[in-house]
């Protein structure tokens, strides 16, 4: 009887866990995590700090689903691998042996270097303890103040503005997101911000969190402001926890270095999710993904991997459905290049294959709120992100993801004032004729 060990209970941990009991129906799972929550969604933080959903809500398992995988889970922090022994080793020093061993510990927020950083009320938002912790603080908080960019910041300036609270939120440039949305995109963002009440403070840095009594009291940015506030929070990006990987001597560059099969550097190790780096077959290069989805299906993987199924990780275009300032965005394939000074690391609900390809042509279709941008290749739909009606998102996916030739409608579509949204439709409905 094989002997599995997972260390993270993500959607990694978990998607692994069920392929691994598709297959072996005897072999004995041990699932780790040193979240006393367990298996939640980390999307769904946004919602339940809004008030749109409540904490039930964020957990997809019922214990008649845990049953039915038939495994043990552990609550514990795993301090090291000792892969010649197979065996790992908590922080209390108990150590368990395994056969095969999957890493699936995720990513954890990026701390701000600045003075202040420890007082009490600054915050991030991983977890569902970070979440409970900022509601907390909200309730006797007045104002709060938002350092960083991607999704997670706006989903902090969203959370705090939900709850009545004065909300400025900090951009080191002039725009938001600027590395996967362009100009008239973060645009769209910032202008819905602003309606709500949001105070946008643009090429603005932190100089200092100001505190009294050990609690935040305050802000000095780097051109001498000072801010009121009981909240600051941060989201300049995440970085893989590859610890365990490092000090057993496991090969990792941005992430844990995995091939297609999921398994690392040594023979019965495996590592999928945030914490992995898988290789791109559509840039050629290695890449970090901090999506739910790739999460997913990297923990499959590994698991049939881990059971004895050869099954290599076919890596698709990477696509996220999501919500930026109330309006549905979805974001596939190839999007932009470059960096984003409000990030430190990767953004989450963020890829990295979303900026690796620069030859892309941008059109681009803006009509009040709702917005469409396609990347065009010579001959395929490289990218597009599609902002307000989601009618398209769907479509565009499926024409990323496939690789459909799109040669037919590519000149038609890069005519000044195309009606990209009637082309992409047409073109779809003709598809599905044929
Ligand atoms: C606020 C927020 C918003 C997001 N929005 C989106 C979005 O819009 N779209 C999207 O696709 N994705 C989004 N994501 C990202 C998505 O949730 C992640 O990509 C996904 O959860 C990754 O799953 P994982 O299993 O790799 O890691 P995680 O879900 O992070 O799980 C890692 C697990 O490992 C455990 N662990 C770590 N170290 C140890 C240790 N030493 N010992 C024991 N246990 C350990 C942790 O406790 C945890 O259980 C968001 C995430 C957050 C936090």
Redesign the pocket.
């Known amino acids: 009887m094989r002997r599995y060990v997972i260390?993270?209970?993500?959607?990694?941990?978990?998607?692994a866990s069920e392929a691994i009991r598709n297959h072996d129906a005897s072999g004995e799972i041990l699932l780790?995590?040193?979240?006393p929550h367990?298996?939640y969604?980390?999307?769904?933080?946004?919602y339940y700090?809004t008030g749109e959903i409540d904490e039930r809500m964020l957990f997809p398992f019922s214990e008649q689903d845990f049953r039915r995988l038939n495994l043990r889970r552990i609550?514990?922090?795993?301090?090291r691998i000792h892969p010649e022994a197979h065996r790992i080793e908590?922080?209390t020093g108990a150590q368990l042996p395994y056969d095969r061993l999957l890493?699936?510990?995720?990513?954890?927020?990026v701390r701000a270097d600045v003075p202040g950083s420890d007082l009490a009320g600054v915050v991030k938002?991983?977890?569902l303890e970070?979440?409970r912790h900022i509601l907390n603080l909200i309730r006797r908080a007045r104002s709060a103040v938002v350092v960083g960019g991607g999704?997670?910041a706006l989903?902090?300036v969203e959370g705090m503005r939900a709850r009545n609270l004065r909300t400025h939120y900090f951009l080191r440039g002039d725009r938001y997101w600027s590395n996967v949305l362009d100009a008239a995109e973060s645009k769209i963002v910032e202008h819905r911000l602003q309606e709500e009440g949001v105070q946008i403070h643009y090429n603005t840095e932190l100089a200092e969190i100001l505190g009294k009594n050990g609690r935040v009291a305050g802000v000095r940015t780097k051109d001498g402001r000072l801010i009121e506030c009981q909240i600051v929070a941060i989201a300049i990006g995440?970085q893989p926890?590859k610890?365990?990987a490092q000090t057993s001597d496991l090969k990792v560059d941005k992430g844990i270095l995995v091939d297609q099969y999921m398994r690392t550097s040594h023979e019965d190790i495996f590592a999928?999710?945030?914490?992995?780096q898988v290789y791109d077959p559509l840039s050629g290069k290695s890449v970090v993904?901090?999506?739910?989805?790739?999460?997913?299906d990297?923990?499959s993987a590994a698991g049939l991997n881990m059971a004895g199924i050869t099954t290599p990780y076919s890596r698709l275009a990477?696509f996220?459905?999501?919500?930026l300032a109330h309006l549905t965005t979805t974001i596939i394939g190839t999007v932009n290049k470059g960096r984003d000074d409000d990030l430190l690391g990767i953004a989450?609900?963020?890829s990295e294959t979303w900026r690796n390809l620069p030859d892309a042509i941008a059109a681009q279709a803006n009509f009040d709120v709702n917005s469409l941008r396609l990347l065009l290749g010579k001959q395929h739909l490289l990218g597009a992100v599609v902002m307000g009606d989601q009618t398209l998102s769907r479509p565009l996916t499926r024409i990323v993801i496939e690789r459909v030739d799109i040669t037919p409608i590519r000149e038609q579509i890069l005519q000044p004032g195309a009606p990209l949204g009637d082309l992409v439709a047409d073109f779809w409905s003709q598809l599905h004729k044929s």
């Open positions: 260390i993270g209970s993500g959607a990694a941990g978990i998607a780790i995590t040193d979240d367990g298996y969604s980390r999307p769904g933080l946004a700090l609550t514990a922090q795993v301090a908590m922080h890493i699936a510990t995720g990513a954890a927020a938002l991983d977890s970070d979440t999704i997670t989903e902090l995440v926890r610890q365990l999928a999710g945030d914490v992995a993904d901090s999506l739910w989805g790739p999460a997913r990297q923990g990477p996220n459905v999501t919500r989450r609900g963020d």
